[in-house]
């Protein structure tokens, strides 16, 4: 049996992804579904991809209650402090807002900058060695 | 914008990251005559602050001619492999950044070397961060060179927090 499908659309203010640490974050949730989903959640996630693994975790997840069939639902999230965005040699931290449709998980994501002067830290970058 | 004032943890003295298995029961065994080195710093510092280091390094009976400390930033990327015989983890670091704080050349025959240093850490940089595998860690490395030979080393953990607000 096919699972019935649902359109998902996350939107972010003035479409702007990069933020300083602690910024507050706006957009708009949108969804279409035949039937209304049990539930409808943010998740606000930041993943840290190593050479070979990957460590995931959920920063915040923010339940969007009592969500209808199709929806157009604005929101606004506080960034936390850290950590950084970051991209080095074995190693990239990067930030998800994920908009979920429970139970069965279906999703859509923007991915978001989170570091001081909202640029993504280069490790790389040899001006960094003093 | 960076401020330099520290208001941070007070300095204390670190303790050194373990040598691993064998090593650590011959270090055991060798502790008299063995180097040892001490480090007195605060345990943890704001990234845009000043981190000052004083530091000891006792040569033991090896004859040193050179001794460096340094403020290293590390990625570690780890792998688990499942086997019967267990999980093995292998580990792969980066120094992403480094910062010298202090360097020595001890007179022949000397017994022990001391010194200070201090730096500011400029961002952009990345804070400690300790995932299930993955991890940012920063450490005070001592690093004792007879010549051009190294002959000891030892790393003391620190903890580097993001900018103060």
Known sequence: MNAPVIALELQLEDAVAAFDPGARVGGVARWTAPVAPRGMELRLLWTLQGKWERDLRIAETIALPDPQASERRPFFLTLPREPYTFRGTLLALEWALELVALPGEEKTSVPLVLAPGRRAIDLYHRDLRK | ?165
Do not use: C
Not at chain 2, 105 to 113: Q, T, V, Y
């Open chain 2, 1 to 165: 914008m960076a401020s330099t004032v520290s208001a941070g943890p007070a300095p204390r003295s670190l303790k050194a990251k373990s040598p691993p298995g064998l090593m650590a029961r011959v270090w055991s065994l060798l502790r008299r005559t063995a180097p040892r080195a001490e480090v007195i710093a605060p345990p943890e510092v704001h990234l845009g602050e000043r981190f000052d280091v004083e530091w000891r390094f006792d040569h033991g009976r090896r004859e040193v001619t050179n001794v460096s400390v340094t403020l290293v930033g590390l990625e570690v990327a780890r792998r688990r492999t499942s086997a019967r015989t267990g999980i093995t983890v292998v580990a792969e670091t980066n120094v992403f950044l480094s910062y010298e704080l202090d360097r020595r050349m001890p007179d022949r025959g000397a017994a022990r070397s001391t010194g200070r240093g201090s730096v500011l850490l400029t961002t952009p940089a990345v804070p400690t961060l300790a995932g299930k595998v993955n991890e940012i860690a920063w450490a005070i490395v001592v690093e004792a060179a007879f010549q051009a030979t190294a002959i000891w080393r030892a790393e003391f953990p620190v903890v580097v927090l993001s900018i103060r607000v």
